[in-house]
């Protein structure tokens, strides 16, 4: 094996975590908003809810930001091309993201009623739109997506964008994706909220667990109809990066379960996932937030983990053109560009995990109505 | 249908131009506000005068407005690589999602963790550690800028990357050539101090709102003597490093520094004159009603008084051979995509430096394929091809200009205020606070076109001399970016509306003071209530 | 812990700051000049806007002082 191979491997592993990681810290400020106006009475009581991520939501955010270039640095065909396929469901994400932080500055600022409940609106768009993209996106990339490249390294669009929009099993996909952040917002709230916001998460939160698991179970059902994607003959793993040549794919149902066959103990990764999404719904009803948190973490890690693992060494196989279809060996930035980057990320990933926790530590505690209203500084 | 359509390029650079233009209304204040902040917080912490405190948080609200939109905006900016500029980032991408990643994780990061702490942590930091978060956020969003304007420089001066036919792409292979290439350097100094000046032009002109006003006056005068020492410093640094930069392009893009001086034929030392005024026209290849100063374009631009500068209709004379030589190279390297042969590869390599012409003259090519064309064509494609490698002189120029003479009125008008400041004889000359209210757009004005001119001098190409911008782009329909183009229109307007509205309303408010002299007790009553009810 | 022991890791503290800021310095220096300039130029920027508002400070104080003096 060569330094670029192994390169190649712990980007891949990489990019699981971003995605990862921003599945749960955006997840979890996309599901407050989402919650924002069902568990928010009044606007008191939304206005807590604001506060109790508000110092950390822009924190957060920029898991999607990370996720975003570090896509850009260590796969840059990838980039180019997921989000160019995805046109209108990335611009759609992306205006919904654009009006979050928006939001969260001005909702406040005023306190006429049509402003704010059109500011609350704002909210559930881009809490829910935005997890929905998420889940939808993955789900159509499971399926396999229609592009192909010219010479040049230019892709060429094969599919309308309706059939990632009215697309089952992408919508299925979605609505878990949804379903857990929602999940994880509930635990949140309930870890610095007080009642009456806290038995009201309760109750909707606790059965995001649940449903996730079921959308979650039923996925891995109907993935064995769904025509997966295998490679015919050998690789060179360390092949240029460049999807024209060096592949030879073909679709056959129920592919993605090839890896599960070859190697049973990844069937550890979906039963960690199923198990934490369940477990977390019985602790949320429990009133153990905290330990809660922490398995919806795991759920998200199953999820991915699951995905990654079905699909690997595929990153986004075209349907079109299956020999063209970008994967962990035809994707990745050059030796060079990889090893900078993972220079950088294990110095600075220890860094922002400890200035971040502190930023947790330093405001930790529950936030109560009295607090928010009485501040100068609270959204 | 695999054809460029030239209509979808247009709108993806229109929607491009646009958003980026809007996002760097927001950008350069927050670059100066931060360190601003930072320095109106270091003087409380060191004094431990409350009028400080209360100064540091009001301009902080202000900046938090400010920093929301920013970051918003600054999403569209990273995601429209990926979905408009697919082929771009293919191309590039290896570079130059490199600082973009770096930016996400030692700049970005810290600046949105702490930007929590810095509005949300005055009651549960102690001074000391409140200023350090404030410094972090300061040094992550100027960090932030460093890493933005490292990548911009790689497309502008490519360094450290080379191209790999076998990935079809540029290789990067340097960061210490990424980072310290000059041009990185130049453009992050000039830019973020631009910001400087732009935030200290904020405060200058809300403080002098307040004292022609007469209110809010111990928090006005001080504001406005912190400002109008930053900006006048900061706007020398502007100055200092546009000349730098002037004589980069000089080096390394002369076709930009030749569409800025609006230069046709080649200068001729040292009498040649230096156009303050022209309407070059870009069909025609002259200027007309030129007013020229002799002797000023030479050392401005050379810092010499004998060094020519090459004109457009000479660089495009130039470049007929590097059309020829490029379309070679083209033809070689797609043929060794195919047959992956030895002598295609040397034929690529002996013309390599020459690709980004033969990209530039596909679009004149029949089929869009340079391979394809018949000797007897290759004359009148060369031609064709030739005008393309000029930008818009025309944008250059003018914008280029519009910026340097507002640079010049800025460091005019920070070197009065700063003596009027001195000599605390502000209020006794109300025409300055004037033109201090009026003044606060400017600044974002001359850093959106400095903007311009660097980005529009930069055509045609996206990566200089080895990708066109014609090929850069996703392959869209037009309904496609009609769709996002009205989807940002309609959202960018809502949100700038919004925005102005809190930004005035907050700046006619005023800070949260008490202050006995200033309010009586039943407005302090009254300014209680509406805090309860409007969050501030 | 013992005070000096604590006095020393202060110390030590300091000379690992100080040797940071020197290799910084001798690096960023010599490979990029304008990045040192503007670490500089910033820091220097802040110290003279900050040094403004102290004088302002001293500036109000003088004054009232005078007035005090020309009403009594």
Redesign the interface.
């Known amino acids: 094996m060569t330094v670029y191979i192994v390169l190649k491997l712990i980007w891949t592993g990489l990019l699981g975590v971003l995605l990862t990681g921003l599945g749960l810290m955006v997840g979890m400020d996309m599901g407050v908003g989402t919650l924002l106006r069902f568990i928010g009475r009044d606007d008191a009581e939304r ?1 807590t809810m604001l506060n109790i991520i ?6 957060n ?2 898991w ?3 996720g ?7 796969f ?2 990838l ?6 396929v995805f ?2 469901v ?2 759609l994400l ?2 919904s ?6 939001a ?3 909702r ?4 006429n009623k049509y402003w704010r409940s059109s500011w609350d609106v704002a909210f559930l768009i881009s809490g829910f739109v935005p997890m929905f993209a998420y889940g939808v996106t993955i789900g159509n990339i499971l399926e396999g997506v229609g592009y192909h490249f ?8 094969d599919e309308n ?1 309706l059939s990632y929009l009215i697309n089952p099993f992408a919508i299925l996909c979605g609505l878990m994706s949804v379903a857990l952040s929602v999940q994880q917002a509930g635990s949140m709230l309930m870890l610095r909220a007080e009642e009456p916001l806290y038995s009201r998460a309760k109750n909707y939160a606790s059965p995001g667990g649940i449903i996730a698991a079921i959308l979650f179970v039923i996925g891995g059902v109907w993935i064995q109809f769904i025509k997966g994607f295998a490679l015919t003959a050998p690789v060179d793993y360390n092949m ?3 999807p ?1 040549h060096g592949q030879s794919v073909v679709m056959r149902e129920g592919a993605w379960m090839d890896n599960f066959h070859a190697h049973p103990v990844l069937w550890i990764l979906p039963a960690i996932g199923v198990f934490c999404m369940i477990a977390s719904s019985v602790l949320l009803r429990l009133d153990r937030a905290g330990l809660a948190w922490w398995l919806g973490a795991g759920s998200w890690f199953g999820t991915i983990a699951t995905v990654g693992a079905a699909m690997f060494p595929f990153l986004m196989p075209s349907s079109t053109r299956p020999d063209q279809s970008l994967s962990t060996w035809n994707a990745t ?2 030796e ?2 990889l090893i ?2 993972l220079v ?2 294990s110095i ?2 220890p860094i ?1 995990i400890c ?2 926790a502190w ?1 947790y530590h ?2 930790r505690g529950k936030v109560s109505v009295r607090d928010v ?2 501040s ?4 | ?2 054809l ?1 359509n030239p209509h979808v390029v247009d709108l993806s650079r229109f929607q491009f131009a646009m958003t980026a233009l809007y996002h760097f209304m927001f950008v350069p204040l927050t670059l100066g506000l931060t ?2 902040l ?3 917080e ?2 409380y912490v ?2 431990g ?1 409350e009028i ?1 405190r209360k100064m540091a ?1 009001f301009w902080g609200h202000l900046f ?2 400010n ?3 920013g ?6 900016m ?2 429209e ?18 600082p ?7 700049a ?3 600046e ?6 810095l ?4 009651d ?2 102690s001074r000391a550690s409140h200023l350090a978060v404030t410094y972090l956020v300061a040094a992550g969003s ?1 960090l932030s800028a460093l890493w933005i304007l490292i990548a911009n420089a790689g497309m502008n001066v490519p360094e450290g990357t080379h191209f ?1 036919p ?4 540029m ?3 340097s ?2 050539h990424l ?2 290439s ?1 041009d990185a ?2 453009k ?2 000039h830019t ?2 631009a910001g ?1 000046v732009a935030a200290s032009m904020l405060i200058m002109g809300i403080s002098a709102f307040y004292l022609l006003r007469r209110q809010h006056r111990e928090m006005a ?2 504001s406005f ?6 900006g006048l ?2 706007s020398v ?1 502007v100055i200092t ?1 546009g000349d ?1 930069l002037g004589r980069m392009d000089y080096q390394k893009q002369p076709t930009k520094i030749a569409a800025i001086e609006g230069l046709w034929h080649t200068s001729k030392p040292p009498f040649a004159p230096w156009a303050a005024f022209a309407l070059p026209d870009d069909a025609k290849q002259e200027n007309h009603l030129e007013i020229g100063i002799p002797f000023v374009l030479t050392p401005l631009i050379t810092h010499s008084f004998n060094q020519p500068i090459t004109g457009m209709r000479e660089l495009e004379e130039q470049a007929d051979p590097h059309i020829r030589s490029g379309i070679i190279a083209l033809t070689a390297l ?1 043929h060794y ?2 047959t992956h042969s030895k002598q295609d590869l040397a034929d690529f390599r002996a013309h390599e430096d020459d690709m980004g012409y033969g990209f530039l003259a596909m679009r004149h090519s029949p089929g869009q394929d340079v391979s394809t064309i018949p000797a007897s064509e290759l004359d009148r494609i060369v031609k064709q091809t030739q005008p393309d490698i000029l930008p818009n002189v025309f944008v250059t120029f003018w914008s280029f200009r519009i910026m340097v003479v507002l640079g010049g009125y800025f460091f005019i008008f920070f070197a009065f205020t700063t003596l009027l ?2 000599r ?1 004889k502000l209020e006794s000359n109300r025409w300055i606070l004037k033109l201090a209210v009026w003044s606060i757009p400017l600044p974002v004005m001359a850093t959106e076109f400095g903007w311009i001119t660097a980005e529009a001098g930069r055509q045609p190409w996206t990566v200089f001399n080895r990708l066109p911008t014609f ?1 850069s782009s ?3 329909t037009v309904s ?1 970016m009609t ?2 183009l009205a ?1 940002f229109i309609l ?1 960018y307007s809502v ?1 700038i509306v ?2 102005f509205y ?1 930004m005035f ?2 700046a006619r408010r005023g800070p ?1 003071t008490h202050e006995p002299q200033e309010q009586n007790s039943q407005d302090s009553v009254v300014s209680n209530l ?7 | 812990m013992p005070r000096y022991l604590s006095t020393l890791l202060k110390l030590a503290g300091l000379a690992l700051a100080l040797v940071i800021a020197l290799l910084f310095a001798v690096f960023v220096g010599d ?5 040192f ?2 670490v500089i ?2 820091v ?3 110290l ?3 040094s ?6 001293a ?1 109000e104080q003088r ?1 009232n002082l005078l007035n005090k003096e020309n009403q009594s």
């Not at chain 2, 509005?119 to 005055?122: A, E, K, L, S, T």
Request: glycine share 10%; hydrophobic share 50%.
């Open positions: 206005r508000g110092p950390h939501w822009d924190g955010q920029v999607f930001v990370l975003g270039g570090a896509i850009f640095a260590a840059p065909s980039y180019g091309t997921s989000f160019s046109y209108v990335m611009i992306l205006f993201m654009i009006l979050r932080p928006a969260f500055e001005f406040s600022k005023v306190s010219l010479w040049t390294g230019q892709y060429i669009q964008f240029p990066a460049n024209l930035g050059s060079y560009g900078c980057m950088a990320t600075f990933m922002i200035y971040t930023c330093v405001m209203l009485n100068h500084d609270s959204y | 249908m695999d460029i360190f601003l930072a320095a109106i270091t003087v060191v004094t005068r400080y948080k938090a407005i920093f929301a939109l970051v918003a905006t600054g999403l569209t990273e995601f690589f990926g979905t408009n500029w697919s082929m771009y980032s293919h191309f590039f991408g290896d570079l130059f999602g490199t973009l990643a770096l930016e996400g994780l030692m970005f990061f810290m949105s963790t702490f930007v929590g702490l509005v949300f942590g005055w549960r930091l100027n790999d076998d990935t079809m792409r290789q990067f292979d960061f210490v980072v310290f000059e350097q130049a992050f100094v973020s101090v400087y005068l001080r003597r912190i400002a109008t020492l930053f410093i900061s640094a490093l730098v797609k995509g195919e400041s001195l605390n090929l996703s392959s869209h496609y769709f996002s989807g959202l949100l919004a925005e809190l309303r907050f949260e509406n805090i309860v009810q409007g969050g501030h | 490979q990029g000049p304008w990045y300039a503007w130029g910033t220097m920027i802040i003279i806007s900050a403004g508002a102290a004088l302002f400070d500036q004054n």
